[in-house]
């Protein structure tokens, strides 16, 4: 079998490749990206890495011939950004995989979207796939990413779409790394009580989920929430990392409501100014503020999928690369 792995330069693309390479039933991999990280580099004869831009239709084609299945894991995730930046990146590209993979006959494709596509300004818990969508999406990325996947459902090529949550563990360099870059730089509090329930994924669990899809007939043409099915606080998590790394416990609170209207005079001011990205955002605010859970009753049933590591491991195998690396510094 030949599969393509597109973003396979980012966290989850790495460890994803990393453990494909180790399959006896996959003969070759084409992962693509547009960078390579030294830590996020898997060195193996199966693998060939060729970067470029998806956006790139003769790039696309070229990077989709002969291949059985394609496992899309790029996109634009930055929390700001303009809606044509977001475009480029997540809807003009899978146009261009979509139409590659019609064209070079992909028996499957597996595609990486973000329950983002659920997030509302208030506490939502146990959200399942089939829950109605927000009748306007949080932003551009959220957007995107949903019609990103409404493209995949109107292609007519078999699909697997996996919403996972929050990825942690060995290779994160976004979303712990930019907490504590935040609280380096002074500007992390905790938002409203402090209470709110979030999943934490070890990316681990979402390769098993990815690699049981790819054999997986009851799986297509399904749409399926990733997460741990076990929520945690999220700033005791924090806490706990931060003393892990020598550094004091955050205990200095901000109201949610003047957090948010703070975080609305920025965005206005950048949007004025046509300026870079603000210092917080309003969905940074309320991600740090809002219980935030998923339902994964659909994936346990049909795909089998039953998560093996657990969420405190996941953030002791982070701290462990964090130092190996350096990355505290």
Known sequence: MRILVTGATGFLGFRLIEKLNSLVYINDIIATGRKIKKTHFVESNKINYILGDLSDKPFVNQITKDVDVLINCASLSSPWGSYSDYKKANIDSQNNLIDASKINKIKKIIYISSPGVYYEFR????????????????????????????????????????????????????????????????????????????????????????????????????????????P????????????????????????????????????????IFNSDEPTTTRFSIGILAKSFTLNIQKANNILKYVPKQTTQEAIEEFLKWYKTNNLKD
Do not use: C, M
């Not at 999943?199 to 054999?215: E, F, G, R």
């Not at 892990?244 to 950048?270: C, T, W």
């Open 232 to 271: 945690v606080k999220l700033w005791e998590v924090i806490n706990y990392v931060l003393k892990k790394l020598d550094r004091n416990i955050i205990s200095q609170r901000v109201p949610y409501k003047i957090a948010y209207g703070v975080s609305y005079l920025f965005e206005l001011r950048s949007k």
């Open 123 to 230: 506490d939502k818990i146990d959200i399942s796939e089939e829950d109605l969508l927000p009748k306007k999406f949080v932003n551009h990325y959220a957007k995107t990413k949903f019609l990103a996947e409404e493209l995949l459902r109107a292609s007519n090529i078999p699909y697997v779409i996996f919403r996972p949550r929050a990825l942690i563990g060995r290779g994160d360099y976004v979303i712990v790394p930019r907490l504590i870059k935040a609280y380096d730089e002074k500007k992390l509090k905790i938002v409203g009580n402090g209470q709110n329930l979030v999943d934490l994924t070890p990316v681990s669990n979402v390769v098993d989920a990815i690699i049981l899809s790819i054999n997986s007939d009851k799986a297509i043409n399904q749409t399926f929430n990733l997460s741990n099915g076990k």
